[in-house]
């Protein structure tokens, strides 16, 4: 994880509306994310934040509106890199089979040594054929990342990715997350209130009752962003 990536893009979600039943997770909202830009998004528990990364990753339709990646060639999707609060990793498999399974579906080339890569650059190469049930929290959200880049993703999307985590973990999830960021990856990390990780975001936005209400980008300033608590 050296190398600067190339043929970033971006994302732009274009009056995207979510609706579960007659809730609305999602209202309308216009939110564009240029390639190479870290993002940070907050706002309190069910304000949208989830909802709005499963829908740029494909994995939930919008009711309404569009999402489109700026930079990729058009009518193509760019790879999607994806790390959810679950993390979705097999604990009954090892670390080295997690990754080859995901380098598998995913037809990359090479997979064992995508695989062996990826886990050298985690700091998991010695516990490579260890179960996954074995591992600590913060173990466990280095592997989630290592399997989300297997496919050299350009857009890396990240849900509360420092929930749960002891001290240590979380200077290394900052050390990884100002890597890729540092690489020219796109990023958009969901994340509750100002911490070292979210002091790494180039941009903050503020989601609530699924609506966009502030953004450095529209000239808030970082502080405004985060002004309001996060958990309701």
């Known amino acids: 994880m050296n190398q600067r990536v190339g043929d970033s893009a971006g994302i732009k979600f274009s ?19 240029s390639p190479g830009e870290c993002v940070a998004l907050t706002g309190r528990n069910g304000s949208g934040k989830t909802t709005l990364l499963r829908i740029a990753t494909r994995l939930t339709r919008p009711t309404r509106g569009e999402v489109t990646f700026p930079g990729a060639p058009p009518g193509t999707m760019p790879a999607v890199g994806y790390v959810s609060h679950a993390l979705m990793l097999y604990e009954e498999l090892t670390a080295l089979e997690n990754l080859l399974l995901f380098a598998r579906l995913l037809q990359v080339s090479h997979p064992s040594e995508r695989a062996a890569q990826l886990l050298e650059a985690a700091n998991l190469a010695s516990r490579a054929d260890s179960l996954v049930r074995t591992f600590s929290r913060g173990m466990k959200q280095r592997l989630a990342i290592a399997r989300a880049l297997v496919q050299e993703p350009s857009i890396l999307l990240l849900d509360e990715p420092g929930t749960g985590l002891d001290t240590e973990s979380a200077a290394r999830l900052v050390s990884t997350v100002r890597q890729l960021r540092d690489e ?42 985060f002004a309001a608590g996060d958990i309701s």
């Open 15 to 33: 009056r995207v509306e979510k609706k579960f039943g007659r809730l609305y997770a999602l209202r309308r909202l216009d939110l564009e994310v």
């Open 184 to 225: 020219g990856r796109t990023i958009v990390m969901s994340v509750h209130g100002e911490s070292e990780l979210s002091s790494l975001a180039t941009r903050a936005a503020r989601l609530d009752a699924g609506a966009l209400i502030a953004d450095t980008r529209l000239g808030a300033t970082f502080q405004a962003v």
